[in-house]
């Protein structure tokens, strides 16, 4: 059965916010946004068809779905669409629209519940054949228990939290020495970011690549991939560039790759746009991680070099629209790369640089894109990520992207607030991503060439750990990985 959506409510706020709002308009679909009071000067805001300001936490607005789902229904929007971050993975959030009659905009509640939970999404996974890393498929409390599992597997092993997000609750043991005063800080942290100090143990895969694969399916059983994205180049497990396709993946790995991730949303009967992400190893194993059910951060990349258009095709399909394309007749060309600009101080630990943006240059010309809300004037408020905006360059052979985000890195000037555009240009110098070369340890090892501080002093990782903490309990991050 299909529904026509006429009018959307965007519960999010940004770039975010902005590029849902311009496939409505391309789509003829009329546009509401809901904002906090700190937003009201978004560019965003201006440039929806209708604006609702909510009165409140400039956080908690955003996290109160009932009063999101109440505003939709009095402005008789037929669907919500949730963006990344905020609620956009609340479970339910989902079932919540779809008890009240409003149609929302991402998969279904039980899916966005079963890849919320890292354990019982790696169980569901190794069911249907899906290669995973060797580990615990249920949450151990037990130190002494979580001692013997860690000796079966063979170190080095990590500790992840079963909820967790952002890099939190998450260390690394390579020696069984150090195993109980680990395990008991991942405890604790787990407990203090998340809530809920489950945990699980994994063999720990040493640098590996970080792919990712976009896939699109309807809910007539059809699903397509638009390739992999290589998000590699991490701090703290937090993604800094995303690049498609990955330029050094093998076409049998790559091949491989997108058969496991159609196989897994065939089987599971998934639905929407979603990303299956993996660790590929230096033999070239596979190895799936989870599963993120919402539109990423990164989709710019997959759009520039297969010409979908996600937001597009991720709203006609929540009004039960078929995929219009075969697998065959999805076109690769080219390489694209995405640059996350975070107003955020590399050479300070990454601290976050809130304030006036007093100039703003942008880069342009053929093969650049720039997703953002930001310009001349704006003031960034400091109750949000740091994240700011995204450059995305595109050109059709590896050289000439990596040259094309010189120049475009080069043009990029943002005056008034630290951002971390200077740390890319250092990246694209280096002689190595040059070359294509690089795994999850790329910028671990490169701190001190980039000028970055490579400890952090007790009071510096605790301001930082009160400014996540704050976000995290607000709801800013995802559970499953990737701060927003």
Known sequence: MQRKISKILIANRGEIALRIIRACKELDIYSVVVHSE????????????????????????????????????????????????????????????????????????????????????????????????????????????????AKEIGFPVIIKAAFGG??????????????????????????????????FIEKYVKNPRHIEVQIIADKYGNAVHLGERDCSIQRR???????????????????????????????????????????????????FIEMNTRVQVEHPVTEVISGVDIIQRMIQLAEGDRLHFLQEEISFNGYAIEFRINAEDPRNNFMPS?????????????????????????????????MIGKLIVSALDWEGVVRKAKRALDEYYIGGITTNID???????????????FDTSFLDHRVEQFALLHTISPSEDK??????????????????????
């Open 354 to 386: 809130f304030g006036t943006i007093d100039e703003y240059l942008t880069p342009g010309g053929p093969g650049v894109r720039l997703d953002t809300a930001m310009y001349s004037g704006y003031k960034i408020p400091p109750n949000y990520d740091s």
């Open 237 to 287: 497990h937090q993604k800094v560039i995303e690049i498609s396709p990955s330029p050094r993946l093998s076409p049998q790995v790559r091949k491989e790759i997108y058969r496991i991730a159609q196989k897994a949303v065939y089987r599971l009967g998934y639905e929407s746009v979603g990303t299956v992400e993996f660790l590929v190893d230096e033999a070239d194993r596979i190895y």
């Open 166 to 199: 952002g890099g939190r609750g998450m260390r690394i043991v390579n020696d069984e020495k150090d195993f109980e005063k680990l395990f008991e800080a991942a405890t604790q942290e787990a407990k203090k970011f998340f809530g809920n100090g489950d945990m």
């Open 423 to 437: 740390l890319h240009k250092e990246i694209v110098r280096d002689e190595a991503f040059k070359r294509g070369e």
């Open 463 to 484: 301001s930082i750990s009160s400014f996540m903490a704050r976000l995290i309990q607000k709801g800013l991050t995802s559970v499953k990985g990737e701060f927003i």
């Open 38 to 149: 700190v937003d009201k000067e978004g560019v965003w805001v201006k440039k929806a068809d209708h604006a609702v300001e909510l009165e409140g936490h400039p956080v908690e607005v955003y996290l109160d779905y009932k009063n999101i789902i109440k505003i939709a229904k009095e402005l008789k929007c037929d669907a919500i669409h949730p963006g990344y971050g905020f609620l956009s993975e609340n479970a339910d959030f989902a079932r919540a629209c779809d008890e009240e009659g409003v149609i929302f905009i991402g998969p279904k509640a039980e899916h966005i519940e079963l890849f919320g939970d890292k354990i019982a999404s790696k169980r569901a996974m190794k069911e249907i054949g899906v290669p995973v890393i060797e580990g615990t498929e249920d949450p151990i409390y037990d130190l002494d228990e979580a001692k013997k599992v």
